[in-house]
């Protein structure tokens, strides 16, 4: 089956992506036809529009880099589009089973969150200024055309971040990039890079794919919450009164003290050879399951009866770590939030099935070590958890 990513970046391969402009160039691809049609169109746009409750709760109307806070009737948002105003709506994963499906798969083909947004912009008008974003982007022309004018970053805009100290001004003068996206087109810019974009001479429709990369920022977020299960760092810093910052030392002393003690044992847990392991398994066991329901199956399988031609399917884009304990009386499987833990026998089935797309009852049984009814079960439980279903 062909990757996600492979589909809207060819003739680019994921590799050259990966190496030669991600996080550092942005990247123009130009393709002839709409072939983004199977993903998004007018008639998403219209029913998610016409069948939500309004105002759209992730909605923006914009106009010149102004919000229009005016959007209180569906009446008011088409006159504003009149008026030349872009109407955005953010995560649209959330409205569009084919986004979401496409968020999702693109998400775990790449091991970082996305997020889709979507802009409906009209001749000759721009949703916002030049601005640079806090996340890499991948702009997918729907319909209509769009000029993009992309500029370099700066040292002060180089990787920034949403929540910062500093966040620069010092718009620049000369794009490095000056294209007019058609639909089927491609545009990839990296977070910190300047860039603004205006329809051309007729409406237009794209959706911006955010790439919410974790950053060493994170990685530091969930090692302070790693650290609250140690009691040094949950005790307080000793007290200091305001009249004996300058008449008693010792005071000062004993937060150096604690002070030293919380950074000895920092460096300690970043020496520990295990810590990236562990950081790597937070990342993968935070992807979330895009389709948790799986009813009647999510929670009553008693009914369930297989038989050897019961055919079964698994997302081949799931993410996940097999890994027994070093006694080898179980095997924990971590996915989707979760740890689901398994008679250390069962590792030849569940190797089995996290390595297919879709396989039989019968081909479950020839692989295994273990009785049909433990296949059954363990079956059962995996359909529970909606991390396979029945075809």
Known sequence: MEKVISKILAPI????????????????????????DWLFGWSSLNQILNQSFFPHPTMKVVLEGKPINDISEKSKVIEWCRKGA???????????PQVRRFVASLSREIGEPI?????????????FNIHYDHHDVIILQIQGLKRWKVY????????PLFVQKNHSSNTPDIPILDCILSPGDVLYIPRGHWHAATAKDEQSLHLT??????????????????????????????????????????????QLQHFENLRNILIHKLK?????????????????SIEPFYFPWSTNTSELIFSKAS?????????????????????????????????????PLLKFIFSKTEFSFKEALEVSEISESDVSDILEHLLSESLIQLV
């Not at 370099?152 to 990787?159: G, K, L, N, V, Y």
């Not at 299960?229 to 004996?244: G, Q, T, V």
């Not at 520990?272 to 979330?288: A, V």
Request: net charge negative; proline share 2%; hydrophobic share 30%.
């Open 13 to 36: 391969t994921p590799e050259e992506f990966r190496d030669v402009y991600y996080t550092k160039q942005s990247l123009l691809i130009k393709n002839e036809g709409k072939r983004f």
């Open 86 to 96: 872009t109407v955005i709506i953010d995560q649209l994963q959330h409205y569009d």
């Open 115 to 127: 997020n889709a947004n979507l802009y409906f912009s009209q001749p000759g008008r721009q949703a």
């Open 152 to 159: 370099e970053d700066s040292e002060d805009t180089q990787f």
């Open 209 to 254: 794919i955010g790439i919410d990369a974790r950053t060493g920022v994170d990685f530091a977020t969930w090692l302070a919450n790693e650290l609250r299960d140690n009691i040094s760092f949950r005790k307080c810093f000793p007290l200091i009164f305001n009249d004996e910052i300058n008449d008693n030392k010792n005071y000062h002393i004993l």
């Open 272 to 288: 520990n050879d295990k810590l990236f392991d562990d950081y790597t398994r937070h990342c993968l066991i935070t992807s979330k």
């Open 311 to 347: 055919l079964l399917k698994r997302d081949g884009n799931q993410r996940f770590l097999l890994e027994s304990n070093e006694d080898k009386d179980t095997i924990t499987l971590t996915i989707q939030e979760k740890y689901h833990r398994f008679i250390y026998e069962a590792e």
